[in-house]
């Protein structure tokens, strides 16, 4: 019998002291980055050039604006990473944050860098599909000619 009534204190006993979480079927978030790891792809990463121009010392760019994906101290996903120069990611991490890191791509010619991280982790291992992609999100600097053609000269 689980409850017992104790007759010298007339208290109700419940057994010993359980400490923790009482569902036996619960276990603990895994913490660790191991399931969210994909050695190839970042290999391959570093085979890219950058996303922003340059090919020299690549380092794989874990993108911050990516929602449920991070938390305190955890990158994102290795299915979430562009191609940077070691300088530009320095200064990418200086100069915004996950709020503005969007338009800090934006600033810096590349749409949608979200969506590039994306196509590029589905092509892993396609070089040649991957450099269309990076072309293809990737801002023309022009000066803007408010939806008409240049002039013809």
Known sequence: MICQVSAEKSEMYLGP???????????????????????????????????????????????LSVPNTRGVGMKAPDCYTV???????????HE????????WFEDNGIVAIQKLAERIYANTGDLNACLIMIRHHTIERRQPTLGCPPAKQ
């Not at 569902?23 to 191991?34: D, F, G």
């Not at 915004?96 to 338009?103: D, I, L, R, V, Y």
């Open 17 to 63: 002291k359980k400490y923790g979480n009482f569902k036996e079927s619960h276990k603990a978030k895994n913490s660790s980055r191991e399931h969210r790891k994909d050695k190839d792809h970042l290999a391959f990463i570093h085979r890219l050039p950058s996303v922003l121009g340059g090919s020299q010392n690549i380092v794989a760019h874990h993108l």
């Open 83 to 93: 191609p940077l120069t070691w300088n530009q990611h320095e200064r990418l991490h």
């Open 96 to 103: 915004c944050g996950a709020k503005t890191e969007e338009q």
